[in-house]
């Protein structure tokens, strides 16, 4: 069964970056697609990247684009989040989540989460 703990969590200033770390504790998540969503404050949880089971193919929110790398290492069982040049409106909880769909970029698609990781960006 697929267990999810994320690390990595923190508080940067604008412009800095964060590396975020998924690991299944579980040793399952190599049958899923894995991704990370993220939910402000006084928002709804929402998509930020995805990545296949074997690593092959990636998606990204426009608003992540060129800044996050989703990156996945099934010999640890642990997906990545790289985040660089980091923004106010990054602030959130980052949630790492599992699928059995083949991509998912829908928030409805993911079968299994984590407990969520802070991170705040400050101006």
């Known amino acids: 069964q697929v267990q999810l703990v994320e690390s990595g969590g923190g508080l940067v200033q604008a412009g800095g970056s964060l590396r975020l770390s998924c690991a299944d504790s579980?040793?399952?998540?190599?049958?899923?697609?894995m991704g990370w969503l993220r939910q402000a404050p006084g928002k709804e949880r929402e998509f930020v990247a995805t990545i296949s089971r074997a690593g092959a193919i990636t998606r990204y929110a426009d608003s992540v684009k060129g800044r996050f790398t989703i990156s996945r290492d099934n010999a640890k069982n642990t997906a990545y989040l790289q985040m660089n040049n980091l923004k106010p409106e990054d602030t959130a909880i980052y949630y790492c989540?599992?699928?059995?769909?083949?991509?998912?970029?829908?928030?409805?698609?993911?079968?299994?989460w984590g407990q969520g990781t802070q991170v705040t960006v400050s101006s």
């Open positions: 579980g040793h399952a998540v190599n049958d899923y697609s």
């Open positions: 989540a599992a699928s059995q769909a083949v991509i998912a970029t829908l928030v409805t698609t993911y079968d299994y």
